[in-house]
Structure formats: C-alpha cells, structure tokens
T-cell receptor, first 113, second 113 residues
C-alpha cells in the first residue's frame, strides 16, 4: 500500500528565507507526483505536477524535484513571503493506487513578516 | 470557468439521515473523485470515476454510494449518516487519472449528530 509522508508537520520561518518541504513515498512505481496548496477553509490548488519521466518542475519561486529511486520529492520555495503561509500537501499517483492520488498529511507553513 | 462546484458548503445531519453531496465540473474532465479530510488523517479517497457509467471504490468507501450518469456530475450519497462521517468532503476532477493536474472544489463541511 502506498504511503506518503511529509516532514515536518509544521514550519515557521521569517520572511525572505528560502525553504524546503519534504515528501517521501513508499511505492517507487510512480506515475506522477503533485504538490498542492491549501488555505484555511478552502479547497486544494495544484501548484506543480511532475511526471514520472521528469526530474523537476518550476513555477515562479517554486521548484519541485522528484527522485524515484529514493522515493523522495522536495518543494523549494525561494524568498518566502507572508502570502506563502498555507498548508502544502504532496500526493503520489502510482501503479499500486491505480493512478489515484494518495496524499500526505501536509506541512503547515507560517512565514512571519 | 466555474471549475469544480460543490453544494452544499455546510450541512448538519442527524444519525440515520441520508443525503447527497453534489459535485459538478465544466471542464469536460473524464476523471472525478471524492475525498474526505479529517484532522490527523489527511485526505482519503472514497470513490472515483474514470468516465460516465464507470465508478470504483477508493480507500474508505463504506457508507457511501456514487454514480456517474453524465461527464459533468458525480454525486456522493450518504445512505445512513453516522457520526464517524463527520468530515470535510472534497470533490476533484482531472482530464484523466494519473497524468494531469487535479482540480478541487471548495469542499462541504458535514456534521453528523
């Protein structure tokens, strides 16, 4: 059974710092990995999608990498801003999950002004 | 575009009552799914559909029914509500399973007394 783990569960940083969020998964037969953002009381918004054939994806200040052999993905946020405060979730779609996304529990990020 | 629309946003039920959570998308997506989000448990897949007339069970299907008569709509039915079904429910859709960004609705907060 695919398991997705995110560490740390919560993170607080001062504005302007570069930071890394970690995601690990147990099933290396991965189709894709997605990073999402969730604001309190809201739905999830897809930030980045990495296909199994790709190593990384970038969007603005966000960069996500995928290492299938080690079962890890990282989300790098450059020059963090208070508006980046939210919960970030990763999700993996694998052969074991029939392609359905299995989610981690998320990292709650707080960026202090 | 409206994207993924869920109704209602809030609902309170008594134990044993039944109800239907509505989900509609206007992006002509083939894949639709229902998740529940609980504190400490993360998002868990309830049911999913890869096209009209095709549905399948996810990780936590007991107590829920789904049908997919059209591409646009994917309602979730609670047959006999139980307090354990108190949760936030999210509907999501994508062009296909496993290869495209997943779009989420804004959620339904359900309380079963």
């Amino acid at each position: 059974k695919q398991e997705v783990t995110q560490i740390p569960a919560a993170l607080s940083v001062p504005e302007g710092e570069n930071l890394v969020l970690n995601c690990s998964f147990t099933d290396s037969a991965i189709y894709n990995l997605q990073w999402f953002r969730q604001d309190p009381g809201k739905g999830l918004t897809s930030l980045l999608l990495i296909q199994s054939s790709q190593r990384e994806q970038t969007s603005g200040r966000l960069n996500a990498s995928l290492d299938k052999s080690s079962g890890r993905s990282t989300l790098y946020i450059a020059a963090s801003q208070p508006g980046d405060s939210a919960t970030y979730l990763c999700a993996a779609g694998t052969r074991g999950s029939q392609g359905n996304l299995i989610f981690g529990k998320g990292t709650k990020l707080s960026v202090k002004p | 575009n409206a994207g993924v629309t869920q109704t209602p946003k809030f609902q309170v039920l008594k134990t044993g009552q039944s109800m239907t959570l509505q989900c509609a998308q206007d992006m002509n997506h083939e894949y639709m799914s229902w998740y529940r989000q609980d504190p400490g448990m993360g998002l868990r897949l309830i049911h999913y559909s890869v096209g009209a007339g095709i549905t399948d069970q996810g990780e936590v299907p007991n107590g829920y029914n789904v049908s997919r008569s059209t591409t646009e709509d994917f309602p979730l039915r609670l047959l006999s509500a139980a307090p354990s079904q108190t949760s936030v429910y999210f509907c999501a859709s994508s062009q296909n399973r496993g290869g495209e960004k997943l779009f989420f609705g804004s959620g339904t907060q359900l309380s079963v007394l």
